[in-house]
């Protein structure tokens, strides 16, 4: 079992920066792959980061240059930092664990507005 907490959303305005953590339980974090996830209301889950546990990473189109998936195996914790943020990137951020099986926080808002 798997336990992750978001943190670090917030209000930022167009242009602006913000760095999301998920923190998770357990001793084999090292293990999982770790993603980014958002869902727009009455849209789908939408991919937007991964980060393997051997460190690979793949980022979505429209986030490719912008956001940079990271992971401290020592910290349990996998990062998303967010530069140069629209208003389109508004919305709710997940956090996932997978290896069997995928574990998924309860996510933090982000709001990109002037």
């Known amino acids: 079992q798997v336990q992750l907490v978001e943190s670090g959303g917030g209000l930022v305005q167009p242009g602006g920066s913000l760095r999301l953590s998920c923190a998770a339980s357990?001793?084999?974090?090292?293990?999982?792959?770790m993603h980014w996830y958002r869902q727009a209301p009455g849209k789908q889950r939408e991919l937007v980061a991964t980060i393997s546990s051997a460190g690979g990473t793949y980022y979505a189109t429209s986030v490719e240059g912008r956001f940079t998936i990271s992971r401290d195996n020592a910290k349990n914790t996998v990062y998303l930092q967010m530069n140069s943020l629209k208003p389109e990137d508004t919305t709710v951020y997940y956090c996932q664990a997978s290896r069997l099986r995928a574990y998924w926080g309860e996510g933090t808002q982000v709001t990109v507005s002037e």
């Open positions: 357990g001793n084999i974090f090292s293990s999982y792959n």
